[in-house]
């Protein structure tokens, strides 16, 4: 079983920076890709961004593209979601998911298998 938990989220004015983790956890973890999605309330989870483990190859959406940064540390089990220049439209849960197959998919909800408790990010103006 994988537990994955996320930290780093806050309360932060609209233009500043957040840097949220999220610990993965289990007998073996050796995901194929991990990724961050948020929540808005009264929205729909939407993808943020992806990142494929062994080769660290990162897709985002077009919302977050060069404000957020994904990264992984294989040796600690963790990967990182960067937010840079931050807007209130980017409040929101943030939760973190990891999908163990490889494959092509990755911005759907049901392409990931195992899915965190969520941090808060809200962005005041």
């Known amino acids: 079983q994988v537990q994955l938990v996320e930290s780093g989220g806050g309360l932060v004015q609209a233009g500043n920076s957040l840097r949220l983790s999220c610990a993965a956890s289990?007998?073996?973890?050796?995901?194929?890709?991990m990724a961050w999605f948020r929540q808005a309330p009264g929205k729909e989870r939407e993808f943020v961004a992806t990142?494929?483990?062994?080769?660290?190859?990162?897709y985002y959406a077009d919302s977050v593209k060069g404000r957020f940064t994904i990264s992984g540390d294989n040796a600690k089990n963790t990967v990182f979601l960067q937010m840079n220049s931050l807007k209130p439209e980017d409040t929101a849960v943030y939760f973190c998911?990891?999908?163990?197959?490889?494959?092509?998919?990755?911005?759907?909800?049901?392409?990931?298998?195992?899915w965190g408790q969520g941090t808060q990010v809200t962005v005041s103006s």
């Open positions: 289990g007998r073996t973890f050796s995901p194929y890709r």
């Open positions: 998911a990891a999908r163990l197959a490889g494959s092509t998919l990755y911005s759907r909800e049901s392409d990931y298998n195992y």
């Open positions: 990142i494929t483990w062994i080769g660290g190859r990162a």
